[in-house]
């Protein structure tokens, strides 16, 4: 270990802890504007709901959902690497110079989440942001520990570690929910043939909107958790926290905040994808998809086999474009998201590896910063790339291809 | 190889809740729609129609969707509180989480 240049000063550690919150409400932001499509994608293109309207909802209801979780999600990075005791605890042995190493990990993982969710949110993909968050936290963990202190498999028949918490669920989801939306896309069409369309448009228009608050809420008591469980991981091997039965409040307001703002600046990249790239919606597919998300993500995460948000609600708007006759999936885009998928884990952690690298050869005082910095200009370099191409509420239900016909006519933007 | 049967084994479980519910639920209301519709406009020409009865059809159909609804929204809340919803006499029970 590198000895520090003063070993009396505290600022270099109390930056770091500054720079790991920041980063993780940063994080937990673009959690929020990458997955506003999983609720909200099928009620913006069938107009169920205003564009607005709908990121607004959404964006509400996360903020409910972050304070309704009073359970202490301290245990989060326990799924795939080995720096916390099982009570959500920093092991002892990372606590040394202000927890430094436990924070550098924590900090690099989170850089690689978030650049991995910036670059899928360019692409316009939507990928799972808890699975960016442990591919960053595994990469980190390989650069600063090396890979036994990775979880990669648990014991036995307990679903445990990358394979048991993150690829497993990852391959079997998609499937899942393909095959539910499916289903209800073909019920829903066979029972309400020959109904006249006014009750059908008015009356599944209210189920959309019903499931997808459904959607909307849990997400906002499972992912806003996630963030709260690594800052206040964070703030205990930092020495500013003492208890793993409590979370500070600034952390979950700060938390609650942070996710509420990201659904309600809506990835409309990743909606417009979502809603009108991967299938062409109606009504019935977009209550028949959001009801079967919202079943599985709930009977999945009772039934103990949590599975990502994400996988669920494409796999169902996937399952409903199959389950229509003459409903079509664009497979070029299918395909497209697929391989995000499977490369999410390994891309996040190269990221948080090599950051973490940067972070090694720069030292202990100017490491954090220049990690810090780094993720700064990625994210202001990405952002830049969005603007030549911007997918905003008055696009986003554009036609995916372009009107073959010159003289078809444009309503404006 | 544990890992994937284990993997499987929740998989079967969360596919039969989720056709159980996630398809069975929009069925459901599909049906209400259709009984609704059914109360405003003869279905078929000929038959008797019972447009109280259609009615009727619908408003059971839908109250059985929205208290699923409310199932899953009293176990997003319990849950967020740390408590489990269990169904071991068909009747949902809250209970502290284990």
Known sequence: ?413 | MNQVIAAADGAWRVLLAGLLLGAGLPALFALGIRQLAAAHVPDTAGARWHPGLHRAAAYVSFAVVVLAVLLGLSYIVAHGFGYVITFDGIIPVVRPKK
């Open chain 1, 1 to 413: 270990m590198t000895k520090r240049p003063y070993d009396a000063s505290v600022t270099p550690e109390f930056i770091l802890l500054g720079l790991v919150v920041l980063t993780a409400l940063a994080f937990d932001f673009t959690n929020g504007f990458h997955d506003t499509a999983n609720a909200m994608a099928t009620s913006i293109a069938t107009r169920a709901l205003s564009p607005k309207a709908a990121v607004t909802l959404c964006a509400v209801l996360n903020l409910v959902g972050a304070f309704l979780s009073v359970e202490v999600a301290l245990t989060v990075t326990n799924a795939v690497i080995r720096i916390q005791n099982p009570d959500g605890s920093p092991k002892p042995e990372f606590l040394a110079n202000g927890g430094h190493d436990l924070l550098m990990i924590i900090l690099c993982g989170l850089v690689g989440a978030i650049v991995w969710n910036l670059l899928t949110w360019l692409w316009g993909l939507p990928s799972s942001s808890s699975h960016a968050l442990f591919g960053g936290l595994v990469g980190s963990t390989i650069a600063g520990l090396g890979p036994s202190a990775v979880k990669w498999t648990g014991d036995g028949t307990k679903l445990d570690g990358v394979i048991g918490k993150v690829l497993l669920p990852g391959l079997f989801s998609p499937v899942i929910a393909a095959i539910v939306a499916m289903t209800a896309t073909w019920a829903v069409f066979r029972i309400s043939s020959g109904v006249a369309r006014a009750f059908l448009d008015s009356g599944f228009r209210w189920g959309q909107i019903g499931t997808a608050s459904l959607v909307s809420l849990s997400h906002g008591t499972n992912d806003a958790q996630k963030t709260m469980g690594v800052i206040t991981l964070a703030l205990i091997a930092s020495g500013a926290w003492h208890t793993t039965h409590d979370i500070p409040l600034w952390v979950k307001v700060a938390c609650a905040l942070a996710i509420a703002l990201g659904t309600y600046i809506g990835g409309w990249r990743i909606i417009r994808t979502m809603g009108k790239g991967l299938v062409e919606i109606s009504p019935p597919q977009g209550m028949a998809a959001e009801s079967s998300s919202a079943a599985i993500i709930l009977a999945s995460s009772q039934l103990g086999f949590a599975l990502s948000t994400t996988h669920v609600a494409t796999g169902s708007i996937m399952g409903t474009g199959l389950g229509m006759k003459g409903g079509r999936v664009r497979w070029r885009v299918a395909a497209r998201m697929l391989v995000a998928w499977l490369i999410t884990l390994p891309s996040a952690g190269v990221v948080g590896a090599l950051v973490w690298f940067l972070g090694d050869v720069t030292g202990p005082v100017v490491g954090p910063i220049a990690v810090f910095v780094l993720l700064c200009g990625l994210t202001m370099w990405m952002w830049l790339h969005s603007r030549h191409e911007p997918v905003h509420p008055g696009n986003v239900n554009d036609e995916w291809e372009a009107p073959q016909a010159p003289t078809e006519e444009r309503v404006g933007v």
